[in-house]
């Protein structure tokens, strides 16, 4: 074949051997064998067995240093999430509802952050302590420096069979510099077209000794980002949350506002209607919203942040000491710490709380002869704590991740063996929270004044502010050993073979404030987690040449886990060139997803949901509200790991010498799915399954519910992590990249990278049938990254236009607004680098300043942040200078 994409990206890592690689085509057979055999071979994520050519079995994409640098991203969560296979369930750091701030995760295929296995030069990071969705355990793609990174490379076909648990949908493999001699530095300044988002980035990486001559190679990256915030209420989209301008929206703004609203308590009657604005209600601020009376209404969109404020410091180090050709020692050191502030909206009341066991709905109900209640009976209140302030959260992750190993070869086989020791540690500090007890206590003695705040003293408000603090560590310590080389030789050529052993250490810390735990602080569930649990792995792969245009793949490991037993995952996988210009490749994979420590430790999460209570109702239709419970949700005691079934076919098609194609197919089946079952789902089945019914937490039934022969008030419901659900997704990859033109004028060349998805079928419950929900919300159909390139001389100009397909808004949106927009970026770079050791670089992301689609069922600010970016156009200035 000729040199494919995949080829050329890797091209560098067969050192000076592979450029004579092409050479060989057009020299004598003998002296062709002789310079093959100097041929570095390498390893491609995907197969632990090394190969000189990089095209393999499976399909991997390679993203290269100069396409991080041509597409003026600045972090490496930012090239990822416009990656086309980066789908559905992807979280990033936008997303202020997120459980886990400020990180972000990668979701191939749609299948979840849980379903994609992330590494650092094949091996594997410390999780995120803070579990996404109470769940999903994750890489955060912030906690690696992208100025330490040399490419990318994206598995996109199941690998538990190489790497073991988690890699169902694919792997991303982040590789690491090396052998770097000298000192490069760069420094970079942008900000969005809005003036806003200011970001400042600065890196330098230093490195001494050449490998071949002096023995050793020492590199240090440090890598430095500060982001400014962006406010939601600084975007035109955004700016309020009176939705009524947009088709099919209303006016969301909140009824618990400052001024506020009295509400009539049950069975008394203050004031004409259910509810009464404070006197002090601004004219511009009343409103009657939807299916309401008149009352005192508050822009919430005011308060919080869309975009967080970053500040990010990352550190790597790499030792390569040769001891002698056939033994070199590694050792690799690396810390990164990132530190993001989030604002959201001030508390208000009232509010369901939850703690252990137990949900209360905790309103402002004033008491007569209450200063701010001037009835002759009691009043509820809606109300919110502006004077107290925005709830402000303060988000701290500290990686540190440690290798130290040997690698060496003897005759025709090669060796390795490692230590890692990788630990993730995160807080989260919120300040500003509204305590329950304090709270009660002051409308208790009048002490607090809701109809001027203003004339509240500090004393009072010490008696209701709270602070607290979220805190989490997670930990891996792992020794690994494998082997590779060739067993035979066969009729058309070596058969090769790879086998290894890993034994590894999980261990996971998550917990809250006692205030927080206690369910003391208004508004505000908790969590807690922890487990630790041991596994030792072993695999072999052979590469069995059947032809000599043919080669099959075979893998098969094992996995034994200390909590939940073992499991065994087969692939097989092939690779043919029927011609020099055409590969056609297909692999069969098993996968597994074991039970992390958030499902299967010591866990449980306290949270609230709104249901109906079906038995209760069953005995008095006429009368049955809906209320809030607390959902107590716990780990899982018989779970079994998730399993799937990956099928890939494609193929790679060298069409002239300026035109490269690949397609690849896949299609995925995920069985035992763990999830937690819906509240409402096991009330609603309480009465016919004894299992829901063991779930349910009541009170003792009081004189009226034995005379009605209704059961107690509910006073919470357990909800354990079981294996719930299956899904299966179908879809095709296809990859171009034709250089169009090369002559005086400079080189031009148009790539295109694209996934489109074809079917995403899964069950909401257990008992559904399967349901397609490919081209819904957050899975278009097709996501696409087109760019064209020019190259002449010093210059170098990348025009991206990055596309992601309409799709059909969840079905809580409202009439009218059914359908999301195509979202049409378009991105911007041109770098000059003719000054000696000098390259400057100007460019623009989103150049034409394209808002995200509305969608009216994202809530308060309504975007898709799993598929838009909400910043607009922002422009940047880089310099980079080598010192030689």
């Not at 295929?109 to 995120?128: H, S, V, Y």
């Not at 200390?562 to 995952?569: A, H, M």
């Not at 709104?610 to 107590?632: F, W």
């Amino acid at each position: 074949m000729q040199r494919t994409r995949l080829a050329r990206a890797l091209a560098p890592a067969f050192s000076a051997g592979a450029a004579t690689l092409a050479a060989t085509l057009f020299i004598p057979s003998a002296h062709a064998q002789a310079v093959a055999q100097s041929i570095e071979k390498i390893e491609v994520t995907g197969s632990n067995i090394k190969r000189v050519d990089a095209e393999g079995p499976a399909p991997v994409q390679v993203i290269t240093r100069q396409e991080i640098e041509r597409s003026g991203y600045s972090t490496l969560a930012d090239v990822m999430r416009f990656l086309p296979a980066n789908s559905a369930l992807a979280y990033e750091e936008t997303f202020t509802g997120s459980f886990s701030r400020g990180s972000s995760g990668v979701s191939l295929r749609g299948l979840g952050q849980r379903a994609t296995l992330t590494l650092i030069n094949g091996r594997r990071m410390a999780n995120m302590p803070f579990a996404q969705n109470l769940q999903d355990a994750f890489v955060d793609l912030n906690s690696i420096p992208l100025a330490a990174i040399e490419r990318i490379e994206v598995l996109k076909d199941g690998a538990s069979a190489i790497y073991g648990s988690d890699a169902l949908a694919g792997v991303v493999n982040i590789i690491l510099r090396k052998d770097f001699v000298g000192v490069e530095g760069t420094a970079g300044y942008g900000r969005t077209q809005h003036g806003d988002g200011e970001e400042t980035r600065a890196s330098l990486a230093a490195g001494v000794g050449d490998l071949a001559k002096d023995r050793f190679n020492v590199i240090g990256v440090v890598d430095y980002l500060k982001r400014d915030a962006v406010w939601v209420r600084d975007r035109d989209w955004s700016r309020t949350a009176d939705q009524s301008r947009y088709q099919g929206g209303t006016d969301l703004r909140s009824t618990l506002s400052s001024p506020g609203n009295y509400a009539r308590v049950p069975g008394t009657n203050p004031f004409p209607g259910a509810r009464l604005p404070f006197a002090s209600c601004p004219a511009d601020r009343l409103a009657v919203p939807p299916g309401s009376v008149l009352q005192c209404v508050e822009d919430t969109n005011q308060f919080p942040t869309l975009i967080p404020e970053t500040d990010r410091f990352g550190f790597f180090s790499r030792l390569t000491w040769a001891f002698s050709p056939t033994l070199t020692g590694f050792a690799e050191l690396g810390y990164n710490k990132t530190a993001t502030f989030t604002q959201l909206l001030p508390f208000g009341t009232p509010s369901t709380q939850v703690g252990p066991g137990v949900a209360r709905q905790v309103n402002a109900r004033l008491p007569v002869g209450n200063p701010s209640n001037p009835y002759t009976v009691p009043v509820d209140v809606r109300y919110r704590f502006d004077d107290v302030g925005p709830r402000q959260v303060d988000n701290d992750v500290e990686a540190t991740r440690a290798v130290a190993g040997l690698k060496g070869n003897w005759g025709k086989w090669d060796w390795e063996s490692a230590l890692l020791y990788a630990k993730s540690e995160a807080t989260q500090d919120d300040v500003n929270g509204i305590r329950v007890s304090g709270l009660l206590s002051v409308i208790a003695d009048g002490s607090y004044n809701f109809l001027n705040p203003a004339a509240n003293s500090q004393a009072v408000y010490d008696r209701l502010r709270v602070n607290y603090q979220r805190r989490g560590e997670t930990e891996i310590k792992q020794w690994d050993a494998k082997v590779t080389g060739e067993l035979m030789e066969m009729a058309h050529g070596p058969l090769a073979m790879a086998a290894g052993f890993e034994t590894r250490k999980e261990t996971l810390l998550d917990e809250s404030d006692d205030v927080l735990a206690s369910g003391d602080v208004l508004g505000r569930g908790s969590n807690r987690a922890q487990g630790s649990r041991t596994l030792t792995s072993g695999y072999i792969e052979f590469n069995v040449p059947v032809l000599k245009n043919l080669e099959v793949q075979a893998a098969g490991r094992l996995d034994h886990y200390s909590d939940f037993g073992s499991s065994t995952t087969p692939k097989v996988a092939f690779r043919w060139t029927p011609t020099k210009e055409f590969l056609l490749r297909g692999s069969w994979a098993k996968g597994f997803r074991a039970p992390n420590l958030v499902e299967a430790g010591d866990s449980a999460a306290f949270a609230f949901n709104t249901v109906v209570d079906t038995r209760r109702c069953e005995i008095n239709a006429a009368y049955c509200p809906a209320g809030s419970v607390a959902a107590i949700i716990a780990s899982g005691t018989d779970l079994v790991p998730e399993k799937s079934t990956s099928k890939n076919v494609g193929f790679v098609w060298d069409i002239t010498r300026d035109v490269n194609l690949s397609v690849d197919a896949f299609d995925i089946q995920q069985k035992n799915i763990i999830n937690t079952e819906g509240v409402q789902t096991i009330l609603d089945g309480e009465t016919a399954n004894p299992a829901y019914a063991a779930r349910v937490i009541r009170t003792a039934p009081d004189a009226q519910d034995i005379s009605r022969g209704a059961p107690g008030a509910i006073v919470g419901v357990l909800n354990q992590f079981v294996n719930l659900t299956e899904l299966r997704t179908k879809g095709v990859d296809l990859d171009l990249r034709w250089r169009l033109w090369k002559g005086d004028a400079g080189t031009f060349t148009f790539t295109s990278t694209n996934s489109y998805l074809h079917e995403y079928e899964t069950q909401v419950v257990r008992e559904d049938p399967l349901t397609d929900f490919a081209g819904t919300y957050g899975l278009p159909r097709l996501r696409s990254i087109h760019s064209l390139l020019w190259d002449r001389g010093p210059w170098a100009t990348t025009i991206a236009w990055n596309h992601v397909d309409s799709y059909d808004a969840s079905t809580s949106a409202p009439p009218g607004a059914a359908k999301i927009g195509n979202w049409d970026t378009f991105d911007l770079q041109v770098s000059y680098t003719g000054f000696r050791n000098l390259k400057l670089t100007f460019g623009g992301r989103n150049i034409l300043d394209r808002d995200p689609p509305i969608d009216l069922s994202s809530g308060l600010v309504p975007y898709d942040f799993s598929q838009h970016n909400p910043r607009g156009a922002y422009w940047y200035a880089m310099a980079s200078y080598r010192f030689r």
